[in-house]
């Protein structure tokens, strides 16, 4: 197995993805777990605001990948099983799932995101922020859909440094079954966790809108969506919305 990342934990930063940016900008590749015991300037998808509660996770993964931008995107399903594993740590693992494309859930409540950057380095390469935000301690009270902690959960929240090490431990793992053996073990890891699949959901895709049945990733990790007319629609990028999420 390889080794994972190191792991840098700030006092504070803006943003966790921000300070990986700055550093890749600089020239730095990592690979590098950055992390924040403060973050005030959090980000999620789409220009969301991530707040961030006093004792929760917040990192980034800098690394460099030869893989292409769109093959590299694949690294978000990684880090998503990366994250179930941490978060099983604590809770009952049948009540952790993966919504598709980037939640982490816990009972139907969102636990944890993440938020994948990247950008072109002189060398040709690119540099991948890798950002992942857990709920240890609290969940912001006003939010889109609901959300919960693992303290919210279990009355305790897991110390900041081990849950760390143990994103570290997990991500290198799944990043060696996906060097090794492709991304098809990954999808069918993904996939037994899913939340969702054969539900009715509602897919938001910029300026448009489409319903259908969630029934499981393409080999690229495109969301399959059944339509109403029996169409069958490939999601690549957007935001999916269950009835019970």
């Keep these: 197995m390889g080794r994972p990342a190191p792991i840098e934990i700030l006092d504070w930063a803006d943003s966790t993805n921000a300070e990986a940016r700055r550093r890749a900008e600089a020239g730095e590749a990592g690979p590098l777990w950055i992390a924040a015991r403060r973050q005030t300037e959090g980000r999620g998808r789409r220009g969301r605001a991530w707040s961030m509660g006093e004792g929760d996770l917040a990192a980034t993964l800098l690394t460099v990948t030869d893989r292409p931008p769109a093959e590299a995107a694949q690294v978000s399903f990684i880090t998503a099983l990366a994250v179930a594993d941490l978060v099983q740590t604590w809770l009952k693992p049948e009540s952790v799932r993966l919504k598709w494309p980037n939640d982490v859930m816990a009972d139907g409540r969102k636990l944890a995101g993440i938020l994948i950057e990247s950008g072109k380095r002189d060398d040709g390469r690119l540099w991948l922020a890798v950002g992942v935000g857990v709920n240890l301690a609290q969940a912001p009270a006003e939010t889109e859909r609901p959300a919960t902690s693992i303290a919210g959960v279990t009355g305790r929240a897991p110390p900041l440094a081990s849950a760390l090490e143990t994103l570290a431990q997990r991500f290198a793992v799944w990043s060696d079954i996906w060097r090794d053996f492709g991304f098809a073990p990954i999808a069918d890891a993904?996939?037994?966790?899913?939340?969702?699949?054969?539900?009715?959901?509602?897919?938001?895709?910029?300026?448009?809108?489409v319903v259908g049945v969630a029934e499981g990733l393409?080999?690229?990790?495109a969301l399959r969506l059944r339509l109403a007319d029996a169409r069958l629609r490939r999601i690549s990028a957007g935001d999916v919305f269950f009835e019970e999420a």
């Design 218 to 221: 393409e080999a690229d990790g």
């Design 190 to 209: 993904w996939t037994q966790r899913a939340y969702g699949l054969g539900q009715q959901c509602i897919a938001r895709l910029g300026s448009e809108t």
